[in-house]
Nanobody, 122 residues
Framework: QVQVVESGGGLVQAGGSLRLSCAASGRTFSSYGMGWFRQAPEKEREFVAAISRSGVKYYADSVKGRFTISRDNAKHTVYLQMSNLKPEDTAVYFC????????????????WGQGTQVTVSS
């Protein structure tokens, strides 16, 4: 399994934007499904977005139209562009990788990053 490291979190006002990055190790990045999850305090980890090896994208209803996932296979990196952020988007965001599945649920994830904090102030 690849190892993944997130970056790009921070503090932003409601309505603002942030871009998260997830850099992956390994030469087979292009064969992995990649995704993002988030976990707010005292809540379950929840799916945010995923992108297949062929570039098909999936989103949670709560972020559709505001977040965009993309990947750059040459850079072994997946991105999450977040716009029109809301206070309820505040959470630790985790990058996820899967060599066999679309990482749309925790059981399908093979590798997790350490997480990056996103805080949206009202």
């Amino acid at each position: 399994q690849v190892q993944v490291v997130e970056s790009g979190g921070g503090l932003v006002q409601a309505g603002g934007s942030l871009r998260l990055s997830c850099a992956a190790s390994g030469r087979t990045f292009s064969s992995y499904g990649m995704g993002w999850f988030r976990q707010a305090p005292e809540k379950e980890r929840e799916f945010v977005a995923a992108i297949s090896r062929s570039g098909v994208k999936y989103y949670a209803d709560s972020v559709k139209g505001r977040f965009t996932i993309s990947r750059d296979n040459a850079k072994h990196t997946v991105y999450l562009q977040m716009s029109n952020l809301k206070p309820e988007d505040t959470a630790v965001y985790f990058c996820a990788a899967s060599s066999q599945y679309i990482p749309s649920s925790p059981p399908y994830v093979g590798s997790w990053g350490q997480g990056t904090q996103v805080t949206v102030s009202s």
